[in-house]
């Protein structure tokens, strides 16, 4: 079976739209995904009419996420609330890659989500630079190189991910929780496309969570959460689709619980 391509996506203002549409950048991003099989996504690509739903939905499936920063990015209300709140959260909590290009002069230094991200130019900006083109080859060969060993890591071999899953979460190394928790985000994001929903699920839980002293929610409680926002009376309570919302945001145990001792 052929594996399922990765995603790139890319964020820029809108006011630098004009800097891409000349500078020859697109038709680097453009090869990368065509010899790396990629599923190359930004918003000229928009194909639904809530543009928030259809941004937050491919930030939400990026593996890759590519920022062309500069003043205007870093003043957009819609890049501090979304877009760099997703892919920080993502980067940090899923291990995805995080590409901040530096288009023109910014103080993006003292942005918490950039300062320690490896970027490009090294020196300098983009804006301004006599080398753009060699510059956008180390970029597209940085992601591929990244992609490339991605895909080789184990995480994608489902065997060994059924093996961590029967382990109690206590005995997994950080490196094989994130492993499982990266297999929970993809399993909840297909199961619950809707962002929204997911959060409004994981904000119910959190409340039950902290009634329970931080237990995990029990069979019984997963059931009700998913009564009250999946199933609303259309078929039986099933806690599995729960269980995965919540392990993607680290609210239930990513390997089993051990049982206790009578």
């Not at 990368?32 to 809530?50: G, Q, V």
């Not at 409340?207 to 409680?221: D, F, H, M, R, V």
Request: hydrophobic share 35%; net charge positive.
């Amino acid at each position: 079976m052929e594996e399922p391509k990765a995603k790139m996506v890319m964020i820029y203002a809108h006011k630098d739209r004009k800097f891409l549409n000349r500078s020859g950048f697109l038709g680097f991003l453009e090869g990368l995904a065509r010899r790396d099989n990629l599923d190359f996504w930004w918003d000229e690509k928009m194909s639904h009419p809530l543009f928030d739903e259809e941004i937050k939905r491919q930030l939400d499936e990026a593996e890759i996420i590519v920022c062309l920063v500069s003043q205007e990015f870093l003043n957009s209300d819609y890049v501090r609330n979304v877009e760099a709140k997703t892919a920080n959260k993502r980067l940090r909590d899923e291990g995805i890659l995080v590409v901040p290009i530096m288009l023109s002069a910014s103080p993006w230094k003292y942005e918490e989500w950039l300062k320690d991200i490896h970027h490009f130019p090294q020196a300098g900006y983009l804006h301004n630079s006599s080398r753009k083109n060699e510059i956008f080859l180390e970029i597209t060969e940085y992601i591929s190189a990244w992609y490339r060993k991605s895909r080789a890591r184990p995480f994608r071999d489902p065997e060994m991910i059924y093996k961590l899953r029967r382990l109690p979460e206590t005995s997994l190394s950080k490196e094989q929780i994130r492993i499982l928790q990266k297999d929970s985000c993809d399993r909840a994001r297909k199961m619950v496309p809707n962002p929204d929903l997911r959060e409004k699920i994981c904000r119910d839980a959190r409340s039950e969570i902290e009634k329970n002293k931080g237990a995990p929610l029990k069979k019984e409680l997963l059931e009700d959460l998913d009564e009250k926002f999946l199933a609303l009376g259309l078929r039986n309570r099933d806690a599995k689709i729960v269980r995965w919302v919540l392990r993607c945001e680290g609210l239930h145990p990513q390997g089993r619980v051990p049982k206790r001792r009578a």
